[in-house]
């Protein structure tokens, strides 16, 4: 069928738009001369071959595209073009002067380091929906074990691992891409990239002098429920560990202190006054305060983020839709963040909230996603 289509396409033809995604297989030479009959077409301007895996000729010809035809939409997700083959694709794009509508490029094998290149290429472009979901733009393989456990970690899945090594490249290359000046993105997606809330908080951190980006989808990036069980086992063995030093020291001070030999006028009680003191100190005012009040109870550095996350949304204005789903976020945390996002103005909507099962949106009047992205119509048939 797409060989017979192929065939019938010729200059004149007035084909604008050509969506073949989903029907693998179509072999090389079909994809080929199709490839080759689209070039040559006038008013051919959107693509979508979403879940054709495409090899190196196929993608030396889609560059060629890129560079000949005026595309406003290129939609590769699930191509596995692989960091090679769009850092080629990228490079074609950037140097035609077209304004791409859309360009997808999700699950599509990218990984750090080749990902610093292709943001810069993309920094390049006009661009005003990118998708780079589902690209492992962070992945870092670490193990963590215990007495009876061993954990596979992908991090920065994990926050507390993120901190002790993670290099954040992947984030601080979509972080440069929203703080150029020249960043033309009205919506981007970074859906399960493995930013951690750490790489999160970066990216929107980055947003604070953007007035364009108005979407931004950074769904399941983070498990926070199991850090605080990795924290959990890691403190339990800290507790153990510093319980056997004390025992041992008190034993050895026991062993050198007589009992006639205390010097009363000496010994230090704490001070109540010192101590209110110190409590004034740890308060924290601001949308994250009652994040903060956790974290008093409970210090793992995932609360930290949740804190540094709910300032930089403050400072993030001009954005109008947020998707933390699938962050593991626990319900004082998204009571915090939403606090944060409904604190001031934001475009010319008031604040709005979805949340429910796995869903947490965070949207303005009349940019709500409610019952336009698939997860909120299964959340709301529910």
């Known amino acids: 069928t797409v060989q017979k289509m192929a065939d019938a396409l010729h200059e004149g033809s007035v084909l604008s738009h050509l969506s073949i995604g989903k029907n693998n297989p179509i072999s090389g030479n079909t994809m080929l001369n199709l490839l080759s009959k689209l070039a040559s077409l006038k008013r051919f301007s959107q693509l979508s071959l979403t ?25 590769l ?39 610093s290149q292709i943001c810069t290429n993309l920094s390049r472009i006009n661009i005003l929906d990118l998708n780079l ?49 020249q960043c033309s993105l009205r919506s981007l997606t970074l859906d399960r990239c493995n930013l951690g809330l ?5 990216i929107i951190q980055a947003l604070a002098g953007n007035d364009q980006l108005e979407e931004l989808s950074v769904a399941e990036n983070a498990n926070l429920a199991l850090e605080r069980t990795l924290h959990f086992d890691e403190d339990m063995q800290d507790v153990s560990t510093g319980t056997e030093h004390r025992h041992g020291h008190n034993a050895e001070a026991g062993d050198n202190v007589a009992p006639g030999n205390v010097d009363l ?18 308060t924290v005012s601001g ?17 930290q983020f949740v804190q540094e996350l709910a300032e930089a949304l403050v400072s993030a204005k001009q954005l109008r839709v947020l998707d933390l789903s699938r962050n593991g976020l626990s319900e004082e945390a998204i009571q915090s963040l939403y606090s944060a996002w409904a604190s001031g103005p934001r475009g010319d909507g008031v604040a709005r909230k979805h949340v429910g099962k796995e869903v947490v949106h965070f949207s303005v009047d009349g940019a709500a996603c409610c019952g336009l992205k698939p997860c909120c119509r299964r959340d709301l048939q529910i």
């Open 287 to 303: 949308p994250a305060r009652s994040c903060a009040s956790s974290c008093q109870r409970n210090s793992y550095s995932g609360c």
């Open 133 to 181: 979901g589902g690209n492992y733009i962070n992945m870092e393989v670490r193990f963590l074990s215990s007495d009876n456990l061993v954990y596979l970690i992908l991090a920065p899945m994990i926050v507390c691992l993120t901190l002790r090594g993670c290099t954040m490249q992947g984030c601080d290359a979509v972080g440069a891409i929203l703080a150029n000046p």
């Open 51 to 75: 879940g054709i895996k495409l090899n190196k000729l196929i993608v030396d010809k889609l560059c060629l595209l890129a560079q000949s035809s005026s595309l406003s939409g290129f939609l």
């Open 265 to 282: 006028e000496k010994m230090v009680v704490a001070d109540s006054e010192d101590e209110a003191a110190n409590e004034d100190r740890r």
């Open 198 to 202: 750490g790489g999160i908080t970066r």
């Open 77 to 115: 997700g699930g191509t596995s073009i692989g960091p090679g083959g769009t850092i080629r694709l990228t490079e074609a794009l950037s140097s035609a002067s077209q304004e791409l509508m859309r360009l997808d490029l999700s699950n599509c094998g990218l990984t750090t380091p080749e990902f």
